[in-house]
């Protein structure tokens, strides 16, 4: 991490110093960062999942989690005429073993933009189009995404905007599902996004597209095939303000989630000629009401229905939901307490049930 962080200053400072004078007033650098920390008490039922903890085949586990969180963060955004960027870094979650315990950093977002006029071109590795960031849910800041919000991972990419419109071509994910084929992208994937804010609302409509190919896959009858998978997704979430009270909703559906990098699951090989796909519709709704300045109080629930086609899996489903107060303690400094649940109802597996999971506590967040 040290390198990495002392790498980052180097370049920040070569950009700095090597710039005409004349051309350095023009630059405008703006460094931010935040460090989190949760605190939260954990606890888990397996239930039919068949997965126990320890020698005693129990199903239930209970436990501090006390860490500092992966997604805090450090960067900078730089501009200068038409031409920007900006650069952040991220950290792994800190699980401590023993007496010691290890951080890594990674390069979240790394971008370069060009505003050509009549809209911005950007290269390099940010947020795609499809996210749908519209939950506060703050146990591991997950914010519904996996119990029903979209979220794209990001990766490198060329990407257009032109307004409240942005298209990208994203570096596509090559996965095998565990065969023993080769994967083969045939195109970018494809996504694009387009909302419009308003005085007591907004909207945001998004989708995407992936086809990929698996080459050589041995069948059960020893024999090589090609696979194809389709995968897309198309969303939607709206904001509405009423005074102090806001409310949010969004939904969404798609086909084979996992192998385009969306948060879903991923469909299987039949062991035959083809692949059996799998679909997602996921809803979620989200209430707020801001007391003061300095205290927002928040609750919501999202959820998913996941439908197979392999004749060995059935339908699986899943919610979660949460209540919180956002305490603002000083201008850039939070607590958040928090209780959340999460259901893992059907995981279609021939279980009567899944696993169960409640957090109570909070997120202690500085911004600087």
Do not use: C
Request: charged share 20%; hydrophobic share 35%; no cysteine.
């Amino acid at each position: 991490m040290k390198k990495i962080i002392i790498l980052l200053a180097a370049v920040a400072l070569t950009v700095a110093f090597t710039i005409p004078a004349s051309a350095a007033d023009e630059i405008k650098w703006n460094w931010y960062g935040d460090a989190r920390v949760r605190t939260f008490w954990v606890s888990e039922d397996f239930k039919d999942s068949g997965t126990t903890v320890g020698g005693n085949d129990s199903t239930e586990d209970s436990e501090l989690e006390w860490q500092f969180q992966g997604n805090s963060r450090i960067g900078f955004r730089v501009k200068g005429g038409a031409v920007g960027g900006r650069v952040e870094l991220r950290t792994s979650n800190d699980n401590a073993s023993g007496a010691s315990s290890t951080v890594d950093a990674n390069f979240a977002r790394l971008w370069g933009s060009w505003n050509f006029g009549a809209g911005t071109l950007y290269v390099g590795k940010r947020q795609p189009p499809v996210f749908q960031f519209v939950s506060g849910q703050i146990y591991d800041d997950t914010g519904l995404i996996g119990w029903g919000a979209a979220y794209s991972r990001r990766r490198g990419q060329l990407a257009l905007g032109f307004g409240g419109f942005e298209v990208a071509l994203v570096q596509p994910r090559e996965d095998t599902l565990g065969t023993d084929g080769d994967a083969d992208p045939v195109i970018p994937k494809i996504e694009a996004r387009w909302g419009m804010g308003f005085d007591t609302w907004n909207f945001n409509v998004m989708g995407g597209y992936q086809y990929a190919e698996i080459n050589n896959v041995t069948n059960d009858d020893g024999n090589n095939k090609d696979l194809e998978i389709d995968s897309y997704i198309v969303a939607a979430d709206v904001t509405f303000n009423f005074g102090p009270f806001y409310t949010k909703g969004y939904v969404n559906y798609g086909q084979n989630l996992g192998p385009a990098d969306w948060v879903g699951p991923s469909p299987s090989f039949n062991g035959s000629n083809s692949i059996n796909d799998v679909t997602r519709t996921t809803g979620g709704l989200i209430l707020g009401f801001k007391l003061t300045d300095m205290v927002t109080f928040e609750g919501g629930a999202g959820g998913y229905m996941d439908e197979y086609d392999a004749s060995d899996r059935g339908d699986a489903s899943g919610y979660s939901a949460y209540i919180q107060a956002v305490l603002q303690m000083h201008p850039g400094v939070f607590f958040i307490p928090e209780f959340s649940y999460f259901d893992t109802a059907d995981l279609g597996q021939g279980n009567d049930e899944g696993p169960t999971k409640w957090a109570l506590g909070g997120k202690w967040q500085i911004n600087f």
